[in-house]
């Protein structure tokens, strides 16, 4: 079974940068993805990145609306390891941020929780205006 661990969160002003690190354990998921849940809210997508394929040496990137131009995800394969390159932050990306692992997924179904199957504990990224 993949384990997750992510590490990075903390406080930081508005304006300011956190990258974010997730390590798997256990083997690898062609799929990894981050979410984020604010206290009262849904856990909601932010960014997922496949595994290299053919057609893409880097693998496919998606991002919700909000962060394009902001956060960067890109992943480590060598060491196992997906980030979360966060700048301009802003208030309200403040949230819980989970890293996840599912096994395939392709346009907008890798916007969906359901695609994924393991789940990290989650770190705290707060954000002071």
């Known amino acids: 079974q993949v384990q997750l661990a992510e590490s990075g969160g903390g406080l930081v002003q508005a304006g300011g940068s956190l990258r974010l690190s997730c390590a798997a354990s256990?083997?690898?998921?062609?799929?990894m993805g981050w979410f984020r849940q604010a206290p009262g809210n849904e856990r909601q997508f932010v960014a997922a990145?496949?595994?290299?394929?053919?057609?893409?040496?880097?693998?496919?990137?998606y991002y919700r609306d909000s962060v394009k131009g902001r956060f960067t995800i890109s992943r480590d394969n060598a060491k196992n390891t997906v980030y979360l390159q966060m700048n301009s932050l802003k208030p309200e990306d403040t949230a819980v941020y989970y890293c996840?692992?599912?096994?395939?997924?392709?346009?907008?179904?890798?916007?969906?929780?359901?695609?994924?199957?393991?789940w990290g504990q989650g770190t705290q990224v707060t954000v002071s205006s």
């Open positions: 256990g083997g690898n998921r062609y799929a």
């Open positions: 990145i496949t595994s290299p394929t053919l057609t893409s040496s880097g693998g496919h990137t």
């Open positions: 996840a692992g599912g096994t395939y997924c392709s346009g907008y179904r890798c916007y969906d929780l359901s695609a994924y199957d393991s």
